[in-house]
């Protein structure tokens, strides 16, 4: 089985622009999550997908969306970038909420100047 | 916040067991203890988890107190690539809409 594949791997954007970040999840998987990791410190929680709908989102400003497919593939959209934006995102997809856990991808490290 | 609290590093020596503790007096009945660590500049990988019996699995051991106010995660032979930042986190097991919290966790250096 395949794990989660995000992309790009790396990106720099100037601040003001719109970036579009992607992830391809596990195989069987039917949820999928963003996180934000800032340097130093551990990820955190921006919203999570299930069965294409939003059902749950940290303390994110509406500039964050996202979107999931049927194939449950996702997409982190951000506008308006900040200098504060830049950070590792990661995504992370699970089966049933994530009861046995979640697999992560390997991230986008995102920089804003 | 994260309802989890954990020494902010710790060493272990080559071969030998990591210990590495979790308190979260807080749990709820329903709440899994979950580990994950993170290696540099990797995504969070997925180490164990468990409700209130001991578990272990290929990668590690987890005990849990009685009254489930705390954890201990065991690497029983660490090794080099062990060294990452442990992260404990406590959530209902299946809940869609509530994610992880993760806080600071724990450096763990294994030295050779």
């Known amino acids: 089985e395949t794990g989660v594949t995000q992309s790009p791997t790396h990106l720099i954007k100037t601040r003001g622009q719109q970036v579009t970040l992607r992830c391809s999840s596990q195989s069987g998987h039917n949820t999928v999550s963003w996180y934000q990791q800032a340097l130093g410190q551990g990820p955190q929680f921006i919203f999570q997908?299930?069965?294409?709908?939003?059902?749950g989102r940290g303390n994110f400003p509406p500039r964050f969306s996202g979107l999931q497919f049927p194939n449950y593939s996702s997409e982190l959209n951000v506008n308006a970038l900040e200098l504060d934006d830049s950070a590792l995102y990661l995504c992370a997809s699970s089966f049933r909420g994530g009861q046995y856990g979640y697999t992560f991808g390997s991230g986008t490290r995102l920089t804003v100047v | 916040d994260a309802k989890t609290t954990q020494p902010p590093s710790m060493d272990c020596a080559e071969g030998r067991a990591a210990n590495l503790p979790c308190n979260h007096s807080t749990i709820s009945g329903n709440e899994y203890v979950y580990w994950y660590r993170q290696i540099h500049s990797q995504g969070p990988q997925y180490i164990i988890h468990g409700l209130k019996n001991n578990e272990t699995n290929e990668m590690a051991s987890l005990i849990i107190t009685e009254d489930r106010k705390s954890s201990t995660l065991i690497l029983p032979h660490a090794t080099l690539r062990d060294t990452a930042v442990y992260y404990c986190?406590?959530?209902?097991?299946?809940?869609?809409?509530?994610?992880?919290?993760f806080g600071p966790g724990t450096r763990l250096s294994v030295l050779p």
């Open positions: 997908y299930y069965r294409e709908e939003e059902n």
């Open positions: 986190i406590v959530r209902v097991g299946s809940n869609y809409g509530q994610n992880f919290v």
